[in-house]
Structures are given as C-alpha cells and as structure tokens.
C-alpha cells in the first residue's frame, strides 16, 4: 500500500513538473510567433494603437540588452545572453527536483521562457525584435519598447526574489 502511495506521489510530481516547463515553452514560443508575426507585417516605423489606446504595436529591433544598454557591444551581450540562459535553466531543473517552492518554480519558468527567446533573436537575427510600448503620456515611459518575453523575465524575476524572500523569512 505505501508503495502505491509513493508511485501516485511521483506521477503527481512528474505531472506537475511538465506544467512548469511547458509554461517556459509557452511563453518562448508565443513571443517568437509574435515576433516573426511583427517581422513579417510592420514596417520598422509603423504604429499602430492597441487596447483602446493605452498600449502601441510596432517594430523595433534592439541591438543591445535592456533598453537598448551596450548596443554597440553585441558579441557581450549575446554571451552574457547564453550565460544568464543556461544559469536560469541549471536553477529551473535544481528547483525543480525539490518539493514545494510552487512561486520560486513558477517564477523560473517565465524568467526562462522569456530568455531563451530573447537569447534566441540574438542568435539567429543578431538583434531582438521588440513590438510593444505604453501610451500614458509621460514620454520616458512611452519610448521603451517590450516584448512579450520581456513581460515574462519581469514577472519572473519578482517571483523568484519574493520567493526568496519567504526562503529567508
């Protein structure tokens, strides 16, 4: 009876391991198809309004890191890309193989989606493609230009340090 107990308890685990890497697929694979969406039907300098307004598509191509940050030091920053990617995927599959931990492990799961995306433009295009800005009227703000994957990092990102913060706590 106890071993039965134990191979339900591993099914369930191994299920709930899927989940986890499949959202990092899902959100790599939902930016890149957005990203050849926006390659292959904007031109580089059209805008065009979203979400009642609040938000703009258009195509950007970023040739450094955040923000555009050392964009005339490409070579660096796709090895500190590939660099940040496989630290990202060892801590996932470390955490991973540990019980609990659902908001570290979520979190890793986005941070990961969203860098092997990015890391993956680098790669192949040498630039990243970014299609979202904000409309809110303060010009700092509406300038920066996202992705989708950039949301992911974000978010996963914060997940990972509140998640931290409860291992300290």
């Known amino acids: 009876m106890r071993l039965r107990g134990i191979e339900d308890e591993n099914k369930a685990r191994n299920g709930e391991k899927m989940l986890y890497a499949l959202a990092a697929v899902l959100v790599a694979a939902g930016d890149l198809w957005i990203k050849n969406g926006i390659e292959k039907n904007m031109d580089e300098h059209t805008e065009k309004p979203i979400l009642q307004g609040k938000g703009i598509l ?71 493609v970014d299609y979202f800005s904000f409309s809110t009227g303060w010009k700092a703000l509406d300038r920066i230009v996202f992705n989708l994957a950039d949301f992911a990092i974000l978010i996963g990102a914060l997940c990972v340090v509140l998640a931290s913060g409860r291992e300290a706590g």
């Open 58 to 128: 258009r195509r950007y191509h970023n040739r450094g890191a955040a923000m555009n940050l050392g964009e005339k030091r490409g070579p660096l920053v796709c090895v500190l890309s590939i660099a940040l990617t496989w630290i990202a995927l060892a801590a996932f599959c470390f955490t991973l193989a540990q019980k609990g931990q659902n908001l570290m492990k979520a979190g890793l799961s986005l941070l990961l989606g969203g860098a092997f995306s990015n890391t993956y433009d680098r790669l192949r295009r040498k630039y990243v």
